[in-house]
């Protein structure tokens, strides 16, 4: 399993990553726009509404999941008591090795 410490690592290269991309989609966006120059309109509204829509809608979809993954958490603890007792648990009787 991995760290707390791993998957902070990992975290930060994937956000480095996305950043990364973003920024190489910007530039080609810029290239683009340029080339269009003043043959496309200035302001698209339907397509801000759109790009707002999506992210309002993903935001309440991660919203749902993380709720959904906490209520499970919070369901599914009781089963995970028992097995940590019983590892942790020093056992009553441990069985001697006769020496050779």
Known sequence: MA???????MEKEIFEVVRESEESI????????KGVGDA???????V????????????EVLKAQ???AHTMLRATRPAGR???RATTATPAHRPTRKAA
């Open 40 to 46: 496309m309109p200035v302001d698209l509204p339907v």
């Open 66 to 68: 993380r709720e959904f």
């Open 3 to 9: 760290t707390v410490q791993e998957t902070e690592e």
């Open 82 to 84: 028992p097995m940590h």
């Open 26 to 33: 910007l530039r080609a966006g810029r290239k683009w726009a």
């Open 48 to 59: 801000r509404e759109l790009v707002r829509g999506a992210f309002d809608f993903t935001e």
